[in-house]
């Protein structure tokens, strides 16, 4: 990380600190410090000016990042964390920041998009939570796309991928996108992996609806049990993180089912698939992955496939999405960077059978070796979920859907016509979507992280002295 002299008082001997990382249970990372001495003052700077110089011909670190809290997140804890837990090491490893607390939603979003001076910065600093971190990339993402007049609003659009990297310091409620890519929600963690200058693609979706554009995800898509539980859970949120386990025990309890077409373009190419038994981990085997993805030919409408019924929920995971929750995430075996996302269908089933897939989550257990549960590999998805229209209207295609929000809204109206219409919302990496009719594209490898993935646990957990924590 650094080295620092230290004057010795009335001592001949020269002394120097060296502060390195320790990596510690649980794929945890510690600052640690080591100190040499020596009876050569001369010898002991010649040691110091030498690490320095290696330190610095490391040109993936970072110097300078520009930070952006969010004071509301989670336990509304962000300035409090980034103070006294990261900013000194920043400090330590000779990083300079400009620092921005956020005063409303989507200031951080809006200041990447129109004002900060990006070419100042090495990198961006996310301290929140999924929101927060979806406000950077929104911001980030569109200034690209901008400086190269791209079209957003049209999803065959090849974006420009974003050079600056991003570090997020866990600071919200669930922080999915963290412990998915790190391995543990911890902020020394993160800020170590930042001063370290790790580097971590990862895919992200575009939303569409009509050939408009909606929003960007890079962790969970859901419609149905975890959109519910989203809209239910923002009007608690004076409770904070334990919003979102008393609205999934009351989403549970309710167990409302929704109507619906899927179609999807499964993925090609050296994939894998959702049930293998692979993880998603960084080093050498992930690397060789990499430079094998993204190589998908052009799309061929005839490989669509369909997927028509009655749904508790609808899950696309980019990623594993691992939290403390769900320590294997919704898709144990997705990739961070691979060009698909796993779309996870969970259909009708009774309260008992939900329930087992829900505690699968939470247990080494198949999640997907259920009767009523299909995963597929994709590229690209729709959905269009069914309004109250005869069956032969249902055939309706996207291009049409702004008709059927016509006569969804009439039926809405008019609720003697006997139906009931039930939409549920989009779970988009924790914020919800207004609309429900949804085109949805893999981007790989668009934007970067400060992270280097999971480490396997084999090259840490023999350290003969794990620090305590
Ligand atoms: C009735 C028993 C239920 C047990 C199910 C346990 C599974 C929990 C799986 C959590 C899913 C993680 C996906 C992450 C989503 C985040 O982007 C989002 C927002 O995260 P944020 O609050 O902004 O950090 N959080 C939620 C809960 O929707
Ligand atoms: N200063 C602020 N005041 C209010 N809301 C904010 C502020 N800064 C960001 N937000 C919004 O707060 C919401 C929640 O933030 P997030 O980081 O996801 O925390 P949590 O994990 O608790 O949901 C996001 O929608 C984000 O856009
Ligand atoms: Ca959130």
Known sequence: ????????????????????????????????????????????????????????TITSRPKHLLVYINPYGGKR???????????????????????????????????LRTEAELKNFDGVV?????????????????????????????PDETLLPCSLRIGIIPAGSTDCICFATVG??????????????????????????????????????????????LTDSERKRWMGPARYDFSGVKMFLTHHYYEGTVSYLPARGIVGTPRDATRCRSGLAAERERGQICLFVSENDSEWRTVRGKFLAINAASMSCACPRSPKGLSPAAHLANGTTDLILVR???RFDFLRHLLRHTSKDDQFDLTFVEVHRVRRFRFTPRHCQSDSDLELDLQESSKRQIFSQIC?????????????????????????????????????????????????????????I
């Open 184 to 229: 543990t929600n911890d902020p020394v963690t993160s800020a170590l992996h930042i001063i370290v200058g790790d580097s971590q693609p990862i895919d992200v979706c575009s939303v569409h609806h009509n050939n408009t554009f909606l929003r960007y995800s890079v962790s969970l898509l859901g419609y149905g049990f975890y959109g519910d539980v």
């Open 412 to 468: 809405r109206d008019h609720p003697a016509c006997g139906c009931t219409p039930t939409y549920s919302s989009w779970n988009c990496d924790g914020e919800i979507l207004t609309h429900t009719a949804i085109d949805v594209r893999v981007h790989c490898q668009l934007i970067k992280l400060f992270a280097r993935g999971i480490e396997e646990p084999a090259v840490f957990e023999d350290v003969a002295n794990p620090c305590a």
């Open 126 to 154: 996310c301290v929140g939570g999924d929101g927060m971190f979806s406000e950077i990339i929104h911001g980030l993402i569109w200034r690209t796309q901008i400086d190269d007049g791209v079209d957003t609003n049209c």
């Open 77 to 111: 804890q962000g300035k409090r964390i980034y103070e006294q837990k990261v900013a000194p090491l920043f400090a330590q490893a000779g990083i300079s920041t400009d620092v921005i607390v956020t005063e409303y939603a989507n200031h951080a979003r809006d200041h």
């Open 1 to 56: 990380i650094s080295v620092r002299e230290e004057d010795e008082e009335n001592s001949s001997r020269g002394r120097d600190d060296v502060m390195y990382v320790e990596r510690c249970r649980q794929h945890r990372w510690r600052c640690a410090e080591v100190t040499f001495t020596c009876s050569d003052v001369a010898l002991c700077q010649r040691w110091v000016s030498s690490i320095r110089e290696q330190l610095v």
């Open 348 to 350: 009708k089933c009774s």
